[in-house]
């Protein structure tokens, strides 16, 4: 059975301090790793995918990267604007497309 | 936004009620999907469908049945509802190709009472 788990459940940072989230998974075989941003009372707003272990995304201030195991997320110089749960989800090869997501992480970026 | 549209968008109903939550879009996307949200759980998924009249179930699809006659439409029914089923629902679309991303709809709150 697929899973997904991620890390720390909430983080709070002051504006400025750069950190990492984490992802974690367990697929039989990945198709691909979603990273996903939601803000209070709104649907999930795609950020990244990530195929293949190595490969990295950046935007603006997010960077993510995978390996066999886990992605990361990490945050530079953030802003209080980038205040949100981050869902990691993931979709396996075999089956119907469907994504698997963890449980999030709240971030809060104090200014 | 990917061109979707849930409605309603708030619904307060009664335990034993039936009701119908409803998803449109307007990109002519193959695969639509419902999930829930609820705190602890994350998104779950509740039914999808990859065409029309072509359905199946997802993890949590106890109670919640589907139904897809159009392309643009995909309706999550909830036959008798319960208040184990107040949740916050999202519909989410996808192309055909297996690389392609789901994006989410706006969601719909539904309170059982």
């Known amino acids: 059975e697929d899973q997904v788990t991620q890390s720390p459940e909430a983080l709070r940072l002051q504006e400025g301090e750069s950190s990492s989230l984490n992802c974690s998974y367990t697929?039989?075989?990945?198709?691909?790793l979603f990273w996903y941003r939601q803000d209070p009372g709104k649907g999930p707003e795609f950020l990244f995918t990530?195929?293949?272990a190595g490969e990295e995304k950046e935007k603006e201030r997010l960077k993510a990267t995978l390996t066999k195991k886990e992605s990361f997320l990490h945050i530079t110089a953030p802003k209080p604007e980038d205040s949100a749960t981050y869902l990691c989800a993931v979709q396996e090869v075999q089956g119907a497309q469907k994504l698997v997501f963890g449980q999030g992480t709240r971030l809060t970026i104090n200014p | 936004d990917a061109g979707i549209t849930q409605s309603p968008r708030h619904k307060v109903t009664e335990t034993g009620t039936p009701v119908t939550l409803r998803c449109h879009q307007t990109e002519n996307h193959r695969y639509m999907y419902w999930y829930r949200q609820d705190p602890g759980h994350g998104l779950r998924l509740i039914h999808y469908s990859y065409g029309v009249k072509d359905t199946d179930k997802g993890e949590v699809s106890d109670g919640y049945s589907v139904s897809r006659s159009k392309t643009e439409d995909f309706l999550l029914t909830l036959e008798s509802a319960t208040s184990s089923q107040t949740s916050v629902y999202f519909c989410a679309i996808k192309g055909g190709g297996a690389r392609e991303t789901q994006y989410f709809g706006p969601g719909t709150r539904l309170l059982v009472l």
């Open positions: 990530l195929y293949s």
């Open positions: 697929v039989s075989g990945l198709r691909g």
